[in-house]
């Protein structure tokens, strides 16, 4: 015959084994729960607007280069799923889409580069604008800075005219106004 105190200390112990075993199966799922339901410690715009990143996909998207371009797409989608962003967030960086999403967002920032440089030489953007469709809701403002560009070359011009006729003083006031733009380029870059 079995003693009792071995049969119960057989259950006492067959208890105390279920409930580390059930404890321990709720503890990783409470933590896998818990993993899944911390935010996100940045955003897929973190990512994409990183500096590095917007330089390096510009570059790759300049030179239709594949195989950076599908580096930086699988980097960028390391960096998301290691800060658990959300499955959208996740769409906008991962498959075909996100290839997409991130080489509109590097033309745009072609456009902008190109942009300033076109502001700066005085050129016209036409080109640039049929280049960059991409950037068809900045057309208005890069317009109308333009305008104001115009503009301030004309009232020196005018400053530059006196009393005479403005327009063969218009290109002393173009060369005045990109000098000026100029300096205020390398005292920005100075501080």
């Known amino acids: 015959m079995i003693n009792n105190k071995f049969l119960f200390g057989i259950v ?16 990783e799922s409470q933590i896998e729960t818990a993993n899944n339901n911390i935010p996100p410690s940045i ?6 607007n990183n500096p590095e990143f917007k330089s390096k996909m510009v570059s790759a998207t300049r030179e239709n280069n594949t195989d950076t371009l599908a580096e930086l797409q699988e980097k960028a989608v390391q ?19 996100g290839l997409r999403f991130m080489q509109f967002r590097a033309r745009r920032d072609m456009f902008l ?7 700066n030489q005085l050129l016209p953007i036409n ?9 068809a809701d900045m057309f208005d403002k890069a317009d109308s800075m333009i305008a104001k ?8 011009a005018r400053q530059l005219a006196g009393t005479e006729n403005v327009e063969p003083f218009i290109s002393q006031a ?3 106004w990109k000098d ?5 380029a390398a005292a920005a870059l100075a501080n």
């Open 79 to 97: 960096i998301g799923k290691a800060a658990n962003l959300s499955p959208d967030e996740m769409a906008l960086l991962s498959g075909e889409k």
């Open 127 to 135: 080109t640039l604008k049929s280049r960059y469709p991409e950037a």
């Open 149 to 156: 560009r115009d503009d301030n070359i004309v009232r020196i």
């Open 113 to 119: 580069e190109e942009f300033t440089d076109h502001y």
């Open 180 to 184: 000026r733009a100029a300096a205020e």
């Open 43 to 48: 955003s897929y715009l973190d990512i994409l």
């Open 12 to 27: 006492i112990l067959a208890l105390v084994a279920g409930l580390l075993f059930y404890g321990a199966d709720e503890s």
């Open 174 to 176: 173009r060369q005045q």
